[in-house]
């Protein structure tokens, strides 16, 4: 899809049409879908003309997600970021948020492959049985 903010709410619709996700359980799925979804639109070359956004979800079993989100690599001429976590109490300036934060509170795993100058696939494995760790 197209590498722009109106991705964000596509995803979030995307990710819960599938009655499994109905209610609560596709609420944690929809949030760690459309916080990895916002920064690959955000900090990654997704967002430039023609850029676009891939998604992906499989149900492992009955009680976990994995989600995908890929991105294609970063701004030209921007920094060679690597995604990581930047917790609140740090202190150090975090201009577009905590998403993966919010993220590693919610998924049960998460990582990401590629390169930083390259496209990255984001992935987060998400637990429908179990509520997450909001208080760190």
């Known amino acids: 899809m197209d590498g722009n903010e109106q991705a964000i709410a596509k995803v979030r619709a995307w990710l819960t049409r599938d009655e499994r996700l109905r209610g609560e359980k596709g609420f944690w799925v929809a949030l760690v879908g459309s916080e990895l979804a916002t920064n690959a ?4 070359a997704s967002c430039e003309k023609y850029g676009r956004i891939g ?10 997600v994995l989600l995908g989100v890929l991105d294609q690599g970063r701004k030209w001429g921007g920094p060679r970021l ?16 905590r998403g993966l934060w919010l993220v590693d509170q919610v998924a049960e795993y998460w990582w990401w492959e590629g390169r930083p100058d390259q496209p ?7 637990r429908l ?3 997450p760790d909001l208080d760190g």
């Open 129 to 131: 049985d179990r509520e």
């Open 82 to 97: 690597r995604p990581r976590v930047i917790e609140p109490e740090s202190g150090e300036p975090c201009p577009g948020g």
């Open 55 to 64: 998604v992906s979800m499989e149900f492992l079993g009955h009680t976990t």
């Open 41 to 44: 639109v955000r900090h990654s």
């Open 120 to 126: 990255l696939y984001m992935r987060a494995m998400i």
